[in-house]
C-alpha cells in the first residue's frame, strides 16, 4: 500500500542525519558530522555530540526538505533513533522528532540503529529478499545477522563481537600508528601503499573448534599495537601495517559473513554501516561471493554511514506493514539490544 512521506532522524553518535523516504524511495537526506570538533580527544565525546545535535538538528531537517523538494507539511510520519547508542545524543533526537509529530499531528514510530542501517540498503536495492544474511561493521558493532522481513520478525543474530567492534579495531589502531581520526578511513588511504603481506597479523576466532560467526578484535587491535611498539626508536611501515591490518579484518569478516551464508542456505549477503566503506572488505567480499555463488549488496558510501534516510527506510517499512507508532512518552534505549 502507499505510504507518507515519512522523516527518519539519527542522532545516535557524532552524526546528525535527516532523511525523507516514501514507499522505498530516498526523496532526500543530508547530514551534519561532529567528527571534527571529536578528533582532538581521539574519540566521540558524548557531551560534544549531544550539544552539536541541537546545533544541527533543525538545519538538517531543512537540507533534507530543500533536496527532497517538500515542505514541513508534506511529512506523514517521523522515525527516530532510539537506541543504541549514546544517551544525551539520542535523546536530542528523539526530543526534536516528538516535538515535529506533535505538533505535524503525525505518528511517530522508534526504530533500532542497527535495523537503519540493515535498511539502508533497500534504499540503493529495492526490497531485501528473505531471507538474507546481514554483516553489519560499524564503530560500536559487529554482528551477523539473518534477516527475514524487517518490519515485522526480529532479526535473528547469528554472531557477534566478544569484544572490539571492527571499526573500533581500525580507529584504536590508527591512533597507535599516529593516523588521523577517524582510524578507517585513515588506514583505507594508508594501505594503498602498503603491502599486506608484510605483517602476519593474526586471524582470530578462525581456528577448527571457533564459533564460526563470533568475532574478536582485541587481540588483533593488541598484536597491532606490539608491532608498532617492536618499531620504536626506527621509522614505523604504516602502510604496511595498515595494509596488513585492513586484510586481516577483511579476510575474518567476509570469511564468516560468506560462511554464514553457505550453511543457511542463503544467495543474498549485505553489508552496511561505517567499515562496508573499506576498500578491502568491499573487494574481498566481492570476491568470495562471486566464487560461492552469493549475490553481494552493499549501499553507497553515503548510506553506509550513520545517516537518517537508513532511519526513514525502517519508519517507511513500519507504517506500510500497520506497526502501532510509539506514544509521545517514548524514552530512549542507549543499550537496546537488537
Ligand atoms: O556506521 P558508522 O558511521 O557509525 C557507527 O559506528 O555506528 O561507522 C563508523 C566506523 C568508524 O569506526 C570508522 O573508522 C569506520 O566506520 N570506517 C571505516 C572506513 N570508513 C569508515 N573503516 C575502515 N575503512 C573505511 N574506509
Ligand atoms: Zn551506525
Known amino acids: 500500500t502507499a505510504g507518507p512521506v515519512v522523516l527518519g532522524i539519527e ?6 542525519g535527516a532523511g525523507l523516504v516514501r514507499n522505498g524511495h530516498l526523496l532526500g537526506h543530508a547530514v551534519a558530522s561532529s567528527m571534527d570538533e571529536h578528533a582532538r580527544f581521539g574519540g566521540v565525546v558524548p557531551e560534544i555530540a549531544a550539544r552539536a545535535h541541537v546545533h544541527a538538528l533543525g538545519p538538517v531537517v531543512r537540507r533534507a526538505l ?8 508534506d511529512i506523514g510520519a517521523v522515525a527516530v533513533t532510539t537506541g543504541p547508542g549514546l544517551s544525551g545524543a539520542l535523546q536530542v533526537g528523539l526530543a526534536g522528532a516528538k516535538g515535529l ?15 537503519g542501517h540493515v535498511a539502508a540498503d533497500t534504499l540503493e536495492h529495492g526490497p ?16 551477523l545477522l539473518l534477516v527475514r522481513d524487517l518490519a515485522r520478525d526480529p532479526v535473528a543474530h547469528l554472531g ?6 571492527a571499526g573500533e579495531c581500525f580507529d584504536k589502531v590508527a591512533r ?6 577517524p582510524g578507517g578511513p585513515a588506514v583505507d588511504r594508508a594501505a594503498r601503499a602498503g603491502s599486506p603481506d608484510a605483517v602476519a597479523f593474526p586471524r582470530p576466532l578462525t581456528g577448527p573448534g571457533d564459533d564460526p560467526y563470533a568475532f574478536s578484535f582485541s587481540g588483533l587491535k593488541t598484536a597491532a599495537a606490539r608491532w608498532a611498539e617492536g618499531h620504536r626508536g626506527r621509522e614505523l611501515p604504516v602502510a604496511d601495517g595498515a595494509a596488513a591490518l585492513q586484510e586481516a579484518v577483511a579476510d575474518v569478516l567476509t570469511r564468516k559473513a560468506v560462511a554464514a551464508c553457505t550453511a543457511h542456505g ?15 572488505v568491499r573487494a574481498l567480499a566481492e570476491e568470495r561471493c562471486r566464487a560461492a555463488g552469493i549475490t553481494l549488496r552493499v549501499p553507497p558510501l553515503g548510506l553506509c554511514t550513520d545517516n537518517g534516510a537508513m532511519i526513514a527506510a525502517v519508519g517507511d517499512l513500519l507504517v506500510r506493514a500497520g506497526a502501532p507508532p510509539a506514544p509521545l512518552d517514548v524514552s530512549v ?3 537496546a539490544p537488537l
Open 333 to 335: 534505549d542507549p543499550s
Open 266 to 280: 542463503v544467495t543474498t549477503l549485505v553489508v552496511v554501516g561505517g567499515v562496508a566503506a573499506n576498500s578491502r
Open 160 to 165: 557477534d563481537t566478544l569484544d572490539d567492534a
Open 11 to 16: 542522532s545516535s553518535c557524532d552524526e546528525t
Open 101 to 115: 509529530a506533535y505538533a505535524l499531528g503525525v505518528p511517530l514510530y522508534g526504530v533500532h540503529h542497527l535495523a
Open 176 to 181: 597507535v600508528f599516529g593516523l588521523p581520526y
Open 128 to 143: 531485501l529478499p528473505d531471507p538474507c544474511v546481514v554483516l553489519i561493521v560499524s564503530g560500536g558493532h559487529t554482528s
Open 66 to 73: 530543500d533536496e527532497a523538494g517538500l515542505r514541513l507539511g
